[in-house]
T-cell receptor
Framework: GENVEQHPSTLSVQEGDSAVIKCTYS??????FPWYKQELGKRPQLIID?????GEKKDQRIAVTLNKTAKHFSLHITETQPEDSAVYFC????????????FGTGTRLQVTL | ETGVTQTPRHLVMGMTNKKSLKCEQH?????MYWYKQSAKKPLELMFV???????ENNSVPSRFSPECPNSSHLFLHLHTLQPEDSALYLC??????????????FGEGSRLTVL
């Protein structure tokens, strides 16, 4: 099955700096890569996703890049703000299984003032 | 109520107890999921009910038993649990066909403590 690795496990940045979280996946046929944000005590929520036919996607301060050859994808947050502090999970969807996502272990991002 | 709702939000049970977690989705989705969230571990998929078909993670112990009576309701029946089963259990739903993106919509979770 699919295996997703995520790094770093914790990340501390100063407000206004950029944050980058990286994930690798094992199934070269995976075609959908979402990112979820989970604030303390809250449910995970989708913040951005990318499909395998696209190399980069941007939504305001958040961007995701995908390198299919290397089987890795990254989340980039620019101009970080305190409300960006949360745990971020990457995921990959197995080919042929429209309903199954495999998640990474999560990155705890702390944005300090 | 909108979205995905889970009850109870908190549950403390002994190892010999039998309890159930309930999930309801009001999004018209056709797939529902149970995930287990433990500290420093990835979200672990336990069960999927998709298009009325059940898919399960073979590593989930039989002391966890899912039930999906219809596309809007999902239960997780618990019996003779172990302390290591203490975790946050997240229910989610998604639309897996008919133009759906497959985005997971999570509930708030049920925090389970096994004594």
């Amino acid at each position: 099955g699919e295996n997703v690795e995520q790094h770093p496990s914790t990340l501390s940045v100063q407000e206004g700096d950029s944050a980058v979280i990286k994930c690798t996946y094992s199934d070269s046929a995976s075609n959908y890569f979402p990112w979820y944000k989970q604030e303390l005590g809250k449910r995970p929520q989708l913040i951005i996703d990318i499909r395998s036919n696209v190399g980069e996607k941007k939504d305001q301060r958040i961007a995701v890049t995908l390198n299919k050859t290397a089987k890795h994808f990254s989340l980039h947050i620019t101009e970080t703000q305190p409300e960006d502090s949360a745990v971020y999970f990457c995921a990959a969807r197995e080919s042929g299984t429209a309903s199954k996502l495999t998640f990474g272990t999560g990155t705890r991002l702390q944005v300090t003032l | 109520e909108t979205g995905v709702t889970q009850t109870p939000r908190h549950l403390v049970m002994g190892m010999t107890n039998k309890k159930s977690l309930k999930c309801e989705q009001h999004l018209g989705h056709n797939a529902m999921y149970w995930y287990k969230q433990s500290a420093k571990k990835p979200l672990e998929l336990m069960f999927v009910y998709s298009l009325e078909e059940r898919v399960e993670n073979n590593s989930v112990p039989s002391r966890f038993s899912p039930e999906c009576p219809n596309s809007s309701h999902l239960f997780l029946h618990l019996h003779t649990l172990q302390p290591e089963d203490s975790a946050l259990y997240l229910c989610a739903s998604s639309q897996v066909s008919g133009g759906g993106t497959g985005e997971l919509f999570f509930g708030e979770g049920s925090r389970l403590t096994v004594l």
